[in-house]
């Protein structure tokens, strides 16, 4: 099975920061990588897909970027919505999974 | 619009078995794959199993394997999925997840909102 890792595990930050999320696979999983978001309390939400795709709808400051193993999430400048907790997915294969999160905090 | 909502959870005793159901509209449901996804209290989320358009095949995580099974009835735009020999520790927010329409893997862009799952005595 894939195992996905994902740093820091909390990230304080403030509005108007730029901040990066950072995912590892434990193998190769060429750009078949997710980023959700998941407010306190609600689904997940869908943000990036392939890699690198903006999921519609999702503003413009979320980026990503990466592929094989080493893929990350960046928010140009935190909005007071954008603190929250994100996940990255892995789905090479029929066997998902998911890193364990990271929650970012407003500092 | 698109949605999904599951029913179906609640109070279980250890042993015990319970069925979740995810009814969908707004999408041609016959034609996507669907997922069940698990969140623990405080924890983080947990893919449990997969089903591919057609009910052609099915997918589980080992914590799901045995005890967890995944349905659908494309008529009734519905997943179902049943699970047995409940632990304490399958308490979790259960969601149903919409997967992919072309016939692989893919990003799950349409979530549920959850349904609980106690096990408890």
């Known amino acids: 099975d894939i195992q996905m890792t994902q740093s820091p595990s909390t990230l304080s930050a403030s509005v108007g920061d730029r901040v990066t999320i950072t995912c590892r696979a434990s193998q190769s999983i060429s750009n078949w990588l997710a980023w959700y978001q998941q407010r306190p309390g609600k689904a997940p939400k869908l943000l990036i897909y392939?890699?690198?795709s903006l999921e519609s709808g999702v503003p413009s400051r979320f980026s990503a970027s990466g592929s094989g193993t080493d893929f990350t999430l960046t928010i140009s400048s935190l909005q007071p919505d954008d603190f929250a907790t994100y996940y990255c997915?892995?789905?090479?294969?029929?066997?998902?999974?998911f890193g364990q999160g990271t929650k970012l905090e407003i500092k | 619009e698109v949605q999904l909502v599951e029913s179906g959870g609640g109070l279980v005793k250890p042993g015990g078995s319970l069925r979740l159901s995810c009814a969908t509209s707004?999408?041609?449901?016959?034609?996507?794959?669907m997922n069940w996804v698990r969140q623990a209290p405080g924890k983080g989320l947990e893919w449990l199993s997969s089903i591919t358009s057609g009910g052609t095949s099915e997918f589980y995580a080992d914590s799901a394997k045995g005890r967890f099974t995944i349905s659908r009835d494309d008529p009734r735009d519905s997943v179902y999925l049943e699970m047995s020999s409940l632990r304490p520790d399958d308490t979790a927010v259960y969601y149903c997840?919409?997967?992919?329409?072309?016939?692989?893997?893919?990003?799950?862009?349409?979530w549920g909102q959850g349904t609980k799952v106690t096990v408890s005595s």
């Open positions: 997915q892995q789905y090479s294969s029929y066997s998902y999974s």
């Open positions: 392939k890699a690198s």
């Open positions: 707004g999408f041609t449901f016959s034609s996507y794959s």
């Open positions: 997840a919409r997967d992919s329409a072309w016939g692989r893997p893919d990003a799950f862009d349409v």
